[in-house]
């Protein structure tokens, strides 16, 4: 195998690896927190404006972890700068 | 495959481009401030009012009881910032219904612009509050050595900002665009749907994130309890 090659291989590998193993955790998280809120929501109906509000902002900042996992691994995919590096070397040649 | 519309480029000349992000921009730009022009042209007191005035007064209040609701003490004075925030968002998210527009917080200049709007903010209306000296001692508000991880958060939540409302938008541009290579008709429009609903409630978040963070930094000493008087 030339570096041409592992470059691709590493880099489509390790894309489906960063979002597959990425959003296991947020997805977890992102559970425990909407149950936890359901609970909270059931006993206090009252505070419901409250409850949701800090629901929503806690999910987002949860899933931003996700989301840097799929940013990082749409760049391996579409804006790799090694590949780029190897595309000019092989041009250049 | 394209990851923003910074891509599509409709016109350029030496080093001036006019991209896809500038172009739909400058549309919502347009069609917010010309929309409420004419709105707010002829408002009634009475009770006689157009559908309108009403929906625009339905907006406005609403931001205002978010913002009062965060914590923050006069809405009116933040209503301005957080509004334009979230009403830029969501009607960038919500215009998607629009074939052939792509949102122009799709693109990493427009939401990385808006994160540091947020980050200016921040310190500009800590500082109206309480002053530069009172605003600066809260960097070290519990002990000295928090003093690194206070600026080091500042700086990331920034970033996370601009990358969370980046990575939503295109994530929801590129689920669409690969469902039209693969099941063309039915699924395409489901996902538009969905993307609709992600788009408000990042637009919610976005806003409400930044009205935490200035309520954060606005939060003077009187809001500690005052010690109870001798007997």
Not at chain 1, 23 to 45: D, I, K
Not at chain 2, 159 to 166: D, H, N, Q
Request: net charge neutral; glycine share 8%.
């Amino acid at each position: 195998m030339d570096s041409m090659t592992i470059i691709a291989v590493a880099s489509i590998v390790i894309a489906g690896i960063t979002t597959g193993f990425g959003t296991m955790g947020p997805a977890l998280a992102e559970g425990r927190a909407v149950a936890t809120a359901l609970t909270s929501l059931a006993q206090q109906p009252d505070a419901s404006a409250t409850i949701t509000r800090t629901l929503f902002v806690g999910l987002a900042m949860i899933e931003s972890t996700a989301i840097y996992c799929f940013v990082v691994s749409m760049i391996l995919i579409f804006a790799n700068p090694f590949w780029n590096h190897v595309i000019a070397q092989a041009a250049g040649k | 495959m394209r990851l923003s519309p910074d891509e599509i480029i409709f016109w350029q000349h030496g080093f001036l481009k006019l991209n896809a992000t500038i172009v739909y921009t400058w549309g919502l730009m347009l069609a917010l401030a010309v929309g409420s022009q004419l709105v707010t042209r002829r408002l009634s007191m009475d009770m006689e009012r157009s559908r309108w005035q009403n929906f625009l007064e339905i907006v406005v209040t609403g931001i205002a009881k978010q913002i009062g609701e965060v914590g923050l003490r006069h809405p009116e004075k933040y209503l301005g910032f957080l509004g334009t925030l979230f009403l830029f968002v969501a009607t960038a998210s919500l215009a998607t219904v629009i074939p052939g527009y792509e949102p122009p917080t799709g693109s990493l200049s427009t939401t990385a612009a808006l994160a540091l709007c947020v980050f200016v903010a921040v310190p500009f209306f800590g500082i109206e509050e309480q002053g530069i000296r009172g605003y600066l001692t809260s960097y070290v508000k519990p002990t000295f050595i928090m003093l690194p991880f206070n600026i080091i958060s500042e700086l990331s939540r920034t970033l996370a900002l601009a990358v969370r409302l980046f990575g939503n938008m295109m994530s929801g541009a590129m689920i669409i665009a690969i469902l039209l290579t693969i099941t063309p008709f039915l699924f395409p429009i489901v996902m538009t749907a969905l993307g609709l609903l992600t788009g408000m409630v990042q637009a919610y978040i976005f806003s409400i994130l930044a009205a935490v963070y200035i309520a954060a930094a606005t939060r003077t000493r009187k809001s500690r309890p005052e010690p109870a008087p001798e007997p």
